[in-house]
């Protein structure tokens, strides 16, 4: 079991603000699974505009935040270096569903599992839950470059 603090994280993700989506990693098993955090605050820029009266999360962007944190696991699987020039690349999402709205205030609790890894292609089974309830899921696929 391997966490991550937000240094180790900014060395393997090229994302910065205000696109930096994962804040810290509290379980990575390279080859199978990681837990990762992301808080959510009113000071993020798309609540602005998402919504002005009844600030909501973008659901691409809880989706993002998944992507994200497979991007680390695929990163730590296959033992890419910290500030290598590596970047992962979505290559699809298969049956997104957004389950409840995320605010101001929530945590994020980001969950990426590899169902595998063929000829560069990742495949993730992704979920993403505030205070133990589902509220976004998904299947991803991304490949390393």
């Known amino acids: 079991m391997t966490s991550m603090d937000i240094n180790e994280i900014m060395a393997y993700l090229p994302h910065r603000y205000p696109f930096l989506l994962v804040d810290r ?10 837990i990762a955090l992301k808080n959510v605050s009113m000071n993020e820029p798309f609540f602005a505009g998402h919504f002005p009266k009844h600030p909501v999360m973008p659901g691409v962007l809880v989706l993002e935040a998944l992507a994200q944190a497979a991007a680390l696991l695929s990163f730590k699987t296959v033992g890419n270096p910290p ?8 290559a699809g999402i298969d049956g997104a569903r957004f389950k409840k709205p995320v605010m101001p205030g929530d945590q994020l609790t980001l969950h990426v599992e590899i169902l595998r890894n063929l000829k560069g292609i990742w495949k993730y089974a992704t ?19």
């Open 83 to 90: 500030d290598s020039d590596a970047v992962v690349y979505f």
């Open 25 to 34: 990693v509290i379980h990575l098993e390279p080859g199978k699974e990681i």
């Open 127 to 145: 979920y993403a839950e505030v205070d133990g309830q589902r509220v976004a899921e998904a299947e991803m696929m991304a490949t390393l470059r």
